[in-house]
C-alpha cells in the first residue's frame, strides 16, 4: 500500500481525508501515466459522488484525456466495461461498505483488473506534487448511463438455468444495486422482494446490505422466501441469508461454490484462494473434499493477484468479497448471488443441505486508533501476539493487522475454544488501546 491508496483503493471523508484536489490529481495522474486517455468513471448513490466524479473528471480532461461518466452503477460494472468498451481506465466512486460521510477512488485498467500496489504508487508520485499535467486541448465529458444495461445483459447472461420458483429478497444497501440486482433478478424468473432499494444516498448502508444482514434475516423469514442476497455500498460485497434465517458469508459461500464446481468440472485446478483471514474450518473440510487451499493477505486484489498467478477460477475473502474468475476480473456480488442461486435450482437443495460442517469460532474486534502505524511497529504488541498464537498450541491463529480502509486496528483470534478466543481477543484490544493513548 501507498501512501494515499489502502488495500481497496483510496477513502476517507470527504473534505476531510478524501478532497476535491486529491481526486482532481488522481484523475490527472491517469492522464499523465497514459497520453489522452479514455476513462469512464461509475458511482454509488451517496451524495458526495457527483462531487468526486466531476473532481476526477476535470483532472482527466485537463490532462487532454476524455472521459465517460456512467453514472449509478456497481463497481462490477465499471470494471465489465472498462475491458468491453475500450477504455484506458476504469474509476468507481464509492466507499464500498462505508457510511455516507465516506467516499473512495478504484482505479481499473484497461482488462478491467485493480490496478496493483505498484500501478497505484505510480498514480501517487503523480499527484503528490503540485504540478499538474495542463494539455492545451482539453479532453470531452460524456453522460452515458444506458451503458448500464450491457452489464445487465452480462449479469442475466451469466446464468446457467432460469430461476422461476425462486423467492428471493434482495437488500440493496440503498447503494449501486438497487436497481439493477432486482431488475437482473426478476428477468431471470425469480419472485422479488426488494428491500432497502431506494438508491437514496443519504442511507447508503445506514442498518442495511451486507454489514447488516439481520435486516434481511426478518425479511426473509416474513416472506418466507428461499433465500435473501444482501450487498454493500458499491454491490462488489455479498452476504446471503437462508431460509431458516442464517447468515452464510464469504467463507461459506465458497466452500459451497468449491464443491458445487468441482462436481460440474468446472473448479480448475481443483483449488480456491482464500486469505488469511478464512476460517479454519473452511481449509480442512476442502482438503477432505479434494480440493486444494491457498492463503493470501486480506484485500481481495492479493486474492485475484493469486487466481492469475496460479490460474484458478474461484477465491475470496470472509467479508462477501467472491471473484468468479472465469466470469469476471473482479469481486462482483450481483454475480456471486446468481451462482448461488444457480447452485439451488441445480442441485435441487437448500443451502442447510449445502453447507455441512461447523466453522469455528472466531472473535473479530476493530478498535479505532489515531495513529495506526504506530500501534503496529509496536514491539510489546508483537511479543504478546506472539504469546498468545503459542498459547492456542498449533490448534488456532491470532491476527493483528491495520485496516486498509479505516483508522482501525482488527484483531481476529480463532480457535475451537471461544471462551479462550474471548480472553485473548480483549487481552490485545485492552494493550491496542494502552499503546494508542500513549504519548
Known amino acids: 500500500?501507498?501512501?494515499?491508496?489502502?488495500?481497496?483503493?483510496?477513502?476517507?471523508?470527504?473534505?476531510e481525508d478524501l478532497s476535491f484536489d486529491i481526486a482532481y490529481k488522481c484523475g490527472n495522474a491517469l492522464s499523465v501515466l497514459k497520453d489522452s486517455p479514455k476513462v469512464?468513471?461509475?458511482?454509488?448513490?451517496?451524495?458526495?459522488?457527483?462531487?468526486?466524479?466531476l473532481a476526477v473528471a476535470s483532472g482527466v480532461m485537463a490532462g487532454g484525456g476524455s472521459v465517460v461518466d456512467l453514472g449509478v452503477i456497481p463497481t462490477?460494472?465499471?470494471?465489465?466495461?472498462?475491458?468491453?468498451?475500450?477504455?484506458?481506465?476504469?474509476?468507481?466512486?464509492?466507499?464500498?461498505?462505508?457510511?455516507?460521510?465516506?467516499?473512495g477512488i478504484k482505479i481499473f485498467d484497461s482488462q478491467g483488473y485493480k490496478l496493483g500496489d505498484k500501478e497505484e504508487e505510480r498514480?501517487?508520485?503523480?499527484?503528490?506534487?503540485?504540478?499538474?499535467?495542463?494539455?492545451?486541448?482539453?479532453?470531452?465529458?460524456?453522460?452515458?448511463?444506458?451503458?448500464?444495461?450491457?452489464?445487465?445483459?452480462?449479469?442475466?447472461?451469466?446464468?446457467?438455468?432460469r430461476l422461476d420458483g425462486l423467492t428471493v429478497v434482495l437488500d440493496g444497501a440503498n447503494g449501486a444495486a438497487s436497481r439493477i440486482a432486482p431488475s437482473v433478478f426478476r428477468k431471470l424468473g425469480a419472485k422479488v422482494v426488494a428491500s432497502s432499494c431506494s438508491e437514496d444516498g443519504m442511507k447508503i448502508n445506514e442498518n442495511c446490505g451486507a454489514l447488516y444482514p439481520e435486516t434481511l434475516v426478518g425479511r426473509v423469514k416474513r416472506y418466507k422466501a428461499d433465500l435473501g442476497f444482501a450487498f454493500d455500498g458499491d454491490a462488489d460485497r455479498l452476504m446471503v441469508v437462508d431460509?431458516?434465517?442464517?447468515?452464510?458469508?464469504?467463507?461459506?459461500i465458497?466452500?459451497?461454490?468449491?464443491?458445487?464446481?468441482?462436481?460440474?468440472?468446472?473448479?480448475?485446478?481443483?483449488?480456491?484462494?482464500?486469505?488469511?483471514?478464512?476460517?479454519?474450518?473452511?481449509?480442512?473440510?476442502?482438503?477432505?473434499?479434494?480440493?486444494?487451499?491457498?492463503?493470501?493477505?486480506?484485500?481481495?486484489?492479493?486474492?485475484?493477484?493469486?487466481?492469475?498467478e496460479k490460474k484458478l477460477s474461484l477465491g475470496g475473502e470472509q467479508s462477501g468479497h467472491i471473484i468468479l474468475k472465469d466470469l469476471h476480473t473482479t469481486g462482483d456480488g450481483i454475480l456471486t448471488a446468481i451462482a448461488v442461486a444457480n447452485m439451488l435450482i441445480e442441485e435441487k437443495a437448500k443451502i442447510g443441505e449445502l453447507f455441512d460442517l461447523t466453522l469455528?469460532?472466531?472473535?473479530?474486534?476493530?478498535?479505532?486508533?489515531?495513529?495506526k502505524l504506530k500501534i503496529m511497529n509496536s514491539q510489546l504488541l508483537a511479543?504478546?501476539?506472539?504469546?498468545?498464537?503459542?498459547?492456542?498450541?498449533?490448534?488456532?491463529?491470532?491476527?493483528?493487522?491495520?485496516?486498509?480502509?479505516?483508522?482501525?486496528?482488527?484483531?481476529?483470534?480463532?480457535?475451537?475454544?471461544?471462551?479462550?478466543?474471548?480472553?485473548c481477543a480483549e487481552e490485545l484490544k485492552r494493550l491496542v488501546k494502552r499503546i494508542n493513548e500513549e504519548v
Do not use: W
Open 123 to 161: 498514480v501517487e508520485r503523480c499527484f503528490i506534487h503540485e504540478k499538474v499535467n495542463d494539455f492545451p486541448r482539453i479532453g470531452r465529458f460524456q453522460k452515458e448511463p444506458n451503458l448500464a444495461k450491457k452489464y445487465e445483459k452480462f449479469l442475466i447472461s451469466s446464468s446457467a438455468t
Open 360 to 371: 469455528y469460532p472466531q472473535v473479530n474486534l476493530n478498535i479505532p486508533v489515531d495513529d
Open 243 to 252: 431460509d431458516t434465517g442464517r447468515v452464510i458469508d464469504g467463507d461459506m
Open 40 to 53: 469512464l468513471i461509475g458511482s454509488d448513490t451517496r451524495i458526495s459522488g457527483e462531487y468526486l466524479t
Open 1 to 15: 500500500m501507498g501512501l494515499f491508496f489502502g488495500t481497496d483503493g483510496l477513502r476517507g471523508i470527504v473534505n
Open 254 to 308: 465458497i466452500y459451497m461454490l468449491a464443491k458445487y464446481l468441482k462436481k460440474q468440472g468446472r473448479l480448475t485446478g481443483d483449488t480456491v484462494v482464500g486469505t488469511s483471514h478464512t476460517n479454519m474450518a473452511i481449509e480442512v473440510a476442502l482438503k477432505n473434499h479434494g480440493i486444494g487451499f491457498i492463503r493470501t493477505d486480506i484485500g481481495d486484489k492479493y486474492v485475484l493477484a493469486k487466481l492469475v
Open 383 to 423: 511479543m504478546e501476539t506472539a504469546r498468545l498464537q503459542n498459547t492456542l498450541g498449533g490448534k488456532g491463529r491470532v491476527m493483528v493487522r491495520a485496516s486498509g480502509t479505516e483508522p482501525k486496528i482488527r484483531i481476529m483470534v480463532e480457535s475451537e475454544n471461544k471462551e479462550v478466543n474471548l480472553a
Open 76 to 103: 462490477a460494472g465499471v470494471a465489465y466495461l472498462t475491458k468491453t468498451l475500450g477504455a484506458d481506465y476504469g474509476v468507481v466512486i464509492s466507499a464500498s461498505h462505508n457510511s455516507k460521510e465516506y467516499n
